[in-house]
Nanobody
Framework: QVQLVESGGGLVQAGGSLRLSCAASGRTFSRLSMGWFRQAPGKEREFVARISRSGVTTYYADSVKGRFTISRDNAKNTVYLQMNSLKPEDTAVYYC?????????????????WGQGTQVTVSS
């Protein structure tokens, strides 16, 4: 079992920044590929970013590329999502997810564990 707890969400004005954190427990964190997803009201959950076990390889959705940065600290069992230049369309519940076996994916069904989510609201 893997437990994931997100934090860092909140209300921010357009153009502002937030840093989300996701603390993991229950498994050797360095063996987990990690991803961030988001879900806006009335919309399907969508991929935001993913990071490999070592942290060397990252991948982003086109909608956030150049504005968001995913990173991880394996010593702290934590993955981060730094979000800059936020836009109202970034408003959503943000979820972190853990992939036990694969190299990480943009497909949500390939992740094995999910956090409870943290709300990000960007006002115009």
């Amino acid at each position: 079992q893997v437990q994931l707890v997100e934090s860092g969400g909140g209300l921010v004005q357009a153009g502002g920044s937030l840093r989300l954190s996701c603390a993991a427990s229950g498994r050797t964190f360095s063996r987990l590929s990690m991803g961030w997803f988001r879900q806006a009201p009335g919309k399907e959950r969508e991929f935001v970013a993913r990071i490999s076990r070592s942290g060397v390889t990252t991948y982003y959705a086109d909608s956030v590329k150049g504005r968001f940065t995913i990173s991880r600290d394996n010593a702290k069992n934590t993955v981060y999502l730094q979000m800059n230049s936020l836009k109202p369309e970034d408003t959503a519940v943000y979820y972190c997810a853990a992939d036990l076996e694969g190299a990480g994916s943009k497909i949500s069904s390939e992740y094995d564990y999910w956090g409870q989510g943290t709300q990000v609201t960007v006002s115009s």
